[in-house]
């Protein structure tokens, strides 16, 4: 088989990441999953930080981007203008490199900066811009400078973004440097297995999850149900049983100590049967003052922040369900609040959540270290609110704890104590019927409905389905408080 024309920077890091996953993508990429709405917006987040990042180096030139011919010869007429170059194609021999941002030091010299959106130096990235690095000497270009522009995490927007504040600029020359030193082992290697005529066997390891989650899923399909991937805070433990032959968590044998709420998780797949102790959870009952307040946030954490006072990646909450119960024999009230416009949603949220939320009674969140985040970021925000939100959160009980506890266990959680593994396990119910039924997709929708554009009918329907996929999220947690009760005063044969 030919060699592949060119090896860009992409697949050189795939090629490090999985030679499995390199191989299908050059001989049967049609098994590549389409990119989903998450991974999308993450991608077109990325867009916009590169394009913010082109301003720490004024007087740049945007190299086209037309045609993949046009770019590498138009970087090559333009690199003699000796100025800050954006996107310039590098094509050496079968090596091929867009360079976020080449510019001109010293004498006939040039450093490369390449934009991410992270807030810190990872492993990938040196070897991304190793990479380009490479390249770009191959090509004949002296690289004096290596640089990171990563998002500074502790940069509060006031007034227009200013780029040098959103950036922290790292020199990672020395890394690259170091990492410069095997990389055509590396290249040959990758070409050799892409050269292959048959897709190499790979067995399944944490590199399968890092330093990015891999789009192929096949490589895990053998595994049985309850296999030992999903054993309760296993992490690299897996890795180990699977490779000693150990495939079920039925299966672990003492030779695997396991802590006491992996060997409830053992026992309950074994039986078959939910773990409930009914004393615990009479214990976390108690501690729930009626009236109930249900309460969940969806928000928005965009890199690049969209409102006064707010940091990158901070959580905004643009969203709120609140299911109210007023006692053991009332049926929930619901209330909801959903961010309408581009203004920041906070302060029109923090009205209408005051209007209804009482002043005493059990503030009942899941996982209520979110929800209190957010709330003190909005004490921080908006001072008038402080002492009311200090009110709020010492009335906050966490339902995830008799789950995160092992109160409550059923084998169909596969060692999660998320909400959305622990509200069809106890409740039989869950999102299944939702177009949208994860935060993360939320978020994004809500960002395309709210500030990208989007047909009419279109942005009608996502706000239709956040109102009810929040809602379910608080629902949810009333048909849990039910079901415990339940469990608590029932035999145990019985739940």
Not at 30 to 57: S, W
Not at 228 to 233: D, I, K, P
Not at 247 to 257: A, L, N, P, Q, R
Request: hydrophobic share 35%; charged share 25%.
């Amino acid at each position: 088989m030919a060699s592949p024309r060119i090896l860009s920077k992409s697949s050189y890091l795939n090629g490090l990441q999985c030679p499995r996953y390199i191989w299908i993508q050059f001989h049967e990429p049609e098994r590549i999953p389409e990119t989903d709405p998450v991974t999308q917006y993450i991608f077109d987040q990325g867009h916009e930080v590169g394009y913010l990042a082109k301003d720490l180096f004024p007087g740049g030139i945007e190299v086209p981007q037309d045609s993949f011919v046009g770019n590498i010869e138009r970087t090559k007429e333009l690199l003699e203008e000796r100025k800050p170059l954006f996107e310039a194609g590098v094509l050496a021999g079968k090596l091929y490199s867009r360079v976020d941002i080449l510019f001109p030091v010293g004498e006939g010299e040039w450093a490369i900066c390449e934009v991410k959106s992270s807030t810190s130096v990872k492993d990938v990235h040196i070897n991304d811009v190793t990479f380009q690095r490479y390249c770009c000497t191959r090509s004949g270009l002296g690289i004096r400078n290596c640089y990171l522009a990563l998002i500074n995490n502790h940069y509060v927007r006031n007034g227009e973004i200013d780029p040098k504040g959103l950036f922290n600029i790292y020199d990672v020359s020395g890394e690259v440097e170091a990492a410069s030193v095997a990389i055509q082992d590396k290249i040959d290697g990758i070409l050799e297995v892409i050269n292959r005529a048959t897709c190499p066997e790979m067995i399944i390891g944490p590199h399968c999850r890092d330093p990015y989650e891999c789009p192929l899923t096949d490589c895990w399909e053998h595994l049985p149900e309850h296999n030992v991937f999903s054993l309760y805070w296993s992490g690299k433990k897996s890795f180990t049983m699977y490779n000693s032959g150990i495939t079920t968590i039925g299966e672990i044998t003492g030779d695997f100590k396991l802590n006491a709420k992996q060997l409830i998780q053992q026992a309950s797949v074994v039986t078959g049967k939910p773990h409930v102790d009914k004393e615990a959870i009479r214990e976390f009952l108690s501690s729930l003052e009626y009236p109930l307040y249900f309460l969940d946030f969806e928000t928005i954490a965009p890199a690049i922040p969209l409102f006064n006072g707010v940091r990158p990646y901070q959580n905004i909450p643009f969203q709120f369900s609140l299911h109210f119960v007023r006692d053991e024999r009332s049926q929930p009230v619901h209330h909801s609040y959903l961010a309408s416009g581009s203004a920041d949603p906070r302060p029109a949220l923090l009205v209408e959540l005051q209007k209804v939320l009482g002043t005493s009674g059990s503030i009942v969140a899941y996982n209520k270290g979110f929800e209190e985040g957010c709330l003190r970021e909005m004490a921080a925000a908006f001072s008038e609110y402080s002492d009311w939100i200090d009110r709020v959160c010492q009335r906050l009980v966490d339902l995830l704890e008799p789950f995160r506890n092992f109160y409550y266990y059923h084998p169909v959680q596969k060692g999660s104590a998320s909400l959305k593994a622990v509200m069809p396990a106890i409740t039989g119910k869950g999102y299944d019927d939702l177009d949208i039924s994860d935060g993360q997709v939320a978020s994004a929708a809500f960002l395309a409905a709210t500030y990208g554009e989007m047909p009419e009918a279109d942005r009608v329907k996502v706000r239709n389905d956040l109102e009810q996929y929040c809602g379910r999220d608080t629902e949810g947690m009333v048909w849990i408080v039910a079901r415990l009760r339940e469990l608590s005063v029932q035999e145990v044969k019985n739940a």
